[in-house]
């Protein structure tokens, strides 16, 4: 779906969620959205939904098995990752530093809260977790709306 209004007029939902996160933490707080806002807001959370069905690419830091979770440092936007069996903190992870997220919004709260809402660390973390689960590096049209595919996700 394309957006048909403001300053992302033209430019799909697939690639403004990965690219504009702090843009769609607005979207999403918007309790009297309405009309194209509403719309954008809706396939916002269906996109949303996608993306935190899919699964990691990634290995595990401490066994090497497929990954399940990140986790992150506070004030950091770069992830570890870790299978469900394998424990940071026995790994040497520091108590009451690390934060584990699994979904997009976890990670827009957790720059609010970790990182000053800082505009360069949502769109960070985003795009970390989104490698991790399989975007190309280069995030353009094709491959924000390929990442999407529903035949992709888990």
Known sequence: MNITFGKHK?????????????????VL??????????????????????FDKKNLIKKCNGCGEPATRFSFYNGTIDP???????????QGAIEGKLNILNKYKDALQYV?????GSKSYYKG???????SK?????IVEKSAIDFFNITNSQ
């Open 134 to 138: 399989g975007l190309s590096e280069k």
């Open 80 to 90: 570890m990752v870790w299978c469900l069996k394998c424990d940071p903190y026995s």
């Open 29 to 50: 707080n918007k309790s009297d959205a309405s009309g194209p806002l509403l719309k954008i807001k809706n396939e916002f959370n269906r996109l949303i939904e996608i």
């Open 125 to 131: 973390i985003i795009k970390n977790m989104a490698s």
């Open 10 to 26: 033209d430019k799909s939902t697939e690639l403004i969620l990965l690219t504009e996160p702090d843009y769609v933490k607005w």
């Open 112 to 116: 609010e809260y970790f990182c000053g």
